[in-house]
């Protein structure tokens, strides 16, 4: 069974806070990514990395930048935090871009930018 | 560009009720097609998935059948539990390398 572990679970920060997400998986997947989950809007991603050092920009990535310093760490930072990115923020990796494309989730970190 | 539409935001329904959630997809070709659980709490998890016209993915007691033609891949069960509740999220391959499009979701409701 696949592990995705994030930290924080909940973060509460000021509006121009410095914020970082982080997120481990420990299966050896090749991809991971960050999503961020808004009612109304499902599921929308943000960044996302093939392995270490590699990023790919997703959707609504403004005011997000990540890092992938590991094959199993990837980290999400808000630099100037702003209250459009109170959100729960979800984390995943996947194995290969074949196959079942299954992609595991993390339990989620609830973010609230006052 | 790929995208998923899901219509419903929310169903309410009773135990043993037939299920229906309605999803459909504009992408060329043949794109995979999924379908994701998310109980409260948690993180989304994969229910099944489907990569060709008629093929049926099922799991759980859930199943949905890829139609190209339509372009859809609705879900169905014929028999709700309590349990079932939870957000469901159909997905699919999209044209970029390792990544899905999800639809908005469809928070399912079973009243006992």
């Known amino acids: 069974e696949a592990a995705v572990t994030q930290s924080p679970r909940n973060k509460v920060t000021v509006t121009g806070g410095n914020v970082t997400l982080s997120c481990r998986q420990t299966n050896s997947h090749n991809y991971m990514y960050w999503y961020r989950q808004d009612t109304g809007h499902g599921l929308r991603l943000i960044h996302y990395s093939y392995g270490a050092g590699n990023l790919q920009i997703g959707d609504v990535p403004d005011g997000y930048k990540a890092t992938r310093t590991t094959q199993e760490d990837f980290f999400l930072l808000l630099e100037l935090a702003s209250p459009s990115q109170t959100s729960l923020y979800f984390c995943a990796s996947s194995e290969r871009d074949w196959g079942t494309y299954e992609q595991y989730f993390g339990p989620g970190t609830r973010l609230t930018v006052l | ?112």
């Open chain 2, 1 to 112: 560009g790929d995208s998923v539409t899901q219509t419903e935001g929310q169903v309410a329904l009773s135990e043993e009720d037939f299920l229906t959630i309605h999803c459909n997809y504009s992408a060329s070709g043949y794109p995979a097609l999924f379908w994701y659980v998310q109980y409260p709490g948690e993180g989304p998890q994969f229910l099944f998935r489907a990569s060709r016209d008629k093929e049926k993915g099922s799991s759980r007691g859930f199943e949905a059948t890829y139609n190209k033609e339509a372009t859809s891949f609705h879900l169905q069960k014929a028999s709700v539990q309590e349990s079932d509740s939870a957000v469901y999220y159909c997905a699919l391959r999209g044209s970029a390398l390792g990544r899905l499009h999800f639809g908005a979701g469809t928070q399912l409701i079973v009243i006992p």
